[in-house]
């Protein structure tokens, strides 16, 4: 080291330490940026399972005994997008008082793609409407 770096102003010194810095960090970031994405992928799963099972199970409860998994299943399925219907499954049973499931699988990072192999699970009852 030359006298002349030695008494260098420390500002000249740590040139280029912040972009260092940030670039040994840019991995940390994107890694917790997709964690996080991937987090509120499986809580809006969650709430579009609970959602299409409170559908599901209001269409079955006004529909007539034989017609209502078709009613439970077409209104489970209506509000969902094609990404979370393609693997979704919609039941209804009961009599007198009448619960939907509804079966979502979680996408990995977008929605349309690969999904994670535990799927997310919505219930929902209500007591049969009489005429």
């Known amino acids: 080291m030359s006298m002349r770096s030695a008494l260098a102003p420390p500002a000249l010194r740590d040139r280029g330490q912040v972009t260092i810095e940030f ?3 840019t ?4 890694v917790t940026l997709i964690a996080l994405w991937q987090v509120v992928l499986v809580g809006y799963t969650f709430t579009l399972a609970g959602n299409a099972a409170d ?12 017609a ?3 009613a439970c299943e077409a209104a489970g399925l ?6 979370w219907r393609s693997g979704a499954e919609v039941t209804c ?3 007198g008082y009448v619960t939907a499931d509804v079966k979502l699988e979680v996408p990995i990072l977008f929605p349309g793609t690969l999904s994670f192999p535990f799927p997310v ?3 929902a ?6 005429d």
């Not at 009852?125 to 009489?130: K, R, S, Y």
């Open 78 to 83: 209506k509000h969902l997008s094609e990404a």
């Open 93 to 95: 049973a009961g009599s």
């Open 68 to 70: 209502r998994q078709g």
């Open 121 to 123: 699970r919505g219930h």
């Open 125 to 130: 009852g209500a007591v049969e409407e009489a």
């Open 23 to 25: 670039l040994g960090m």
């Open 27 to 30: 991995p940390t970031i994107i």
């Open 55 to 66: 559908e599901a199970v209001r269409q079955a409860t006004a529909a007539e005994p034989g």
